[in-house]
């Protein structure tokens, strides 16, 4: 009984972060003033051996990830889309299928934990050929 309680307050309270999360990066769309965020969603980017959890945006110019602040190497990355080589669903661990891998045409291989990979891969390549 005391487990089940004590599961029931951790999703509770995981559900409470995750609302949070959004409200928060929802404000931080207004940093966009030239740009159209076309897709965006919460995300973890792999970086010097830690996933580190934040928020992705899709512009129709670049990939840019946000860090939240409680991680340990809090950071912001972005991507050119006209340096996007490959954007691929990739398995995380070899086995969940939430991963994005994004390859530059400089060489550079990110990774990232996203909700609908998928659905990613097809949002950048969409994006890019608007560009084109």
């Given amino acids: 009984m005391l487990a089940a309680g004590?599961?029931?307050?951790?999703?509770?309270?995981m559900a409470a972060f995750a609302s949070y999360q959004r409200r928060r990066f929802a404000a931080q769309r207004q940093a966009f003033t030239d740009e159209q965020v076309?897709?965006?969603?919460?995300?973890?980017?792999?970086?010097?051996?830690?996933?580190?959890?934040g928020w992705i945006y899709l512009t129709?110019?670049?990939?840019?990830?946000?860090?939240?602040?409680?991680?340990?190497?809090?950071?912001?990355?972005s991507i050119d889309l006209s340096d996007v080589s490959e954007a691929l669903p990739v398995l995380t661990a070899k086995i969940i299928p939430n991963g994005l891998r994004i390859v530059t045409r400089s060489?550079?291989?990110?990774?990232?934990?996203v909700e609908g990979h998928r659905r990613w891969c097809d949002e950048i390549t969409n994006a890019q050929r608007r560009v084109a």
């Fill in 107 to 113: 060489g550079r291989d990110e990774r990232f934990v």
């Fill in 60 to 77: 129709p110019r670049r990939l840019l990830f946000r860090s939240h602040a409680i991680n340990l190497q809090p950071h912001e990355l």
């Fill in 38 to 53: 076309l897709y965006e969603g919460p995300a973890n980017h792999f970086f010097n051996g830690e996933s580190v959890g």
């Fill in 6 to 13: 004590s599961g029931f307050l951790f999703g509770i309270a």
